[in-house]
């Protein structure tokens, strides 16, 4: 008789293409920065309501509720982490501190050394994103995003900004790092949005 593999329930929450590999791959674009928490900001730019930008030290950024989020990661690159728990600040929660102006569509993520990806506010604004700063009940690693990064889970993981330090509201869709190097603009991994070519009228800038 055939066994059931241990990880079949995990198997059966893969989007198409995805697989579960050996180990928990770490993946980034150029070097692990440094944390300083005295000058450290999280700046909110572009279409405020207040027509300000505004400004968190660590301290204040710190401040926000708390919320957690389980949830799967899925890498472009076809891996996928299985089951994380992601401790840290519900995206709403930044909305309404920080409110967008009202014709506000869009968000750009800003990290350290000018790495950024787009998100439709939609997609920022569900319940499942979050500023995350623990997973699994441990702070980040540095590799992983420390002190804090966006965790978008139901889109393709280069959304997940490891390092963030900002977000600008936008009134018009413009794309990120990624996005402009031939990856999807919407990127939902249950679509294989992968590539830019895949795009169709209104999944991206003109
Ligand atoms: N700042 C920054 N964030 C980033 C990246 C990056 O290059 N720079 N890479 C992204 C990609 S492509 C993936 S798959 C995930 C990987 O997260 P992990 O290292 O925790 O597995 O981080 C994303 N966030
Ligand atoms: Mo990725």
Not at 32 to 60: I, Y
Not at 107 to 114: D, K, P
Request: proline share 10%.
């Amino acid at each position: 008789m055939a066994s059931v593999p241990e990880n079949a329930e995990e198997e059966n929450r893969l989007p198409p293409g995805q697989y579960i590999p050996r180990g928990r791959p770490v993946i980034h674009y150029g070097r692990v920065p440094a944390f300083r928490p005295q000058t450290w900001r999280f700046q909110v730019l572009g279409a405020t309501a207040s027509g300000e930008p505004h400004d968190f030290t660590w301290e204040e950024f710190s401040g926000l509720p708390r919320t957690t989020v389980v949830a799967d990661f899925h890498c472009v690159t076809k891996f996928s982490l299985m089951g994380n728990e992601w401790g840290g600040h519900p995206a709403s929660a930044l909305l309404e501190r920080v409110p967008p102006a009202p014709g506000v569509r869009h968000v750009m993520v800003w990290a350290e050394y000018g790495y950024s990806a787009n998100l439709r506010m939609s997609d920022f604004a569900r319940d499942t994103t979050l500023f995350a700063t623990e997973i699994n009940e441990k702070p980040l690693s540095p590799e992983r995003g420390y002190p804090v990064r966006i965790v978008v889970p139901h889109l393709y993981a280069w959304k997940s900004v490891k390092w963030v330090r900002g977000i600008e509201y936008l009134t018009e869709d413009r794309r990120g790092f990624w996005e402009e190097r031939g990856y999807h603009n919407v990127a939902d991994p249950w679509k294989e949005q992968r590539y830019s070519y895949q795009e169709e009228p209104g999944d991206g800038p003109p």
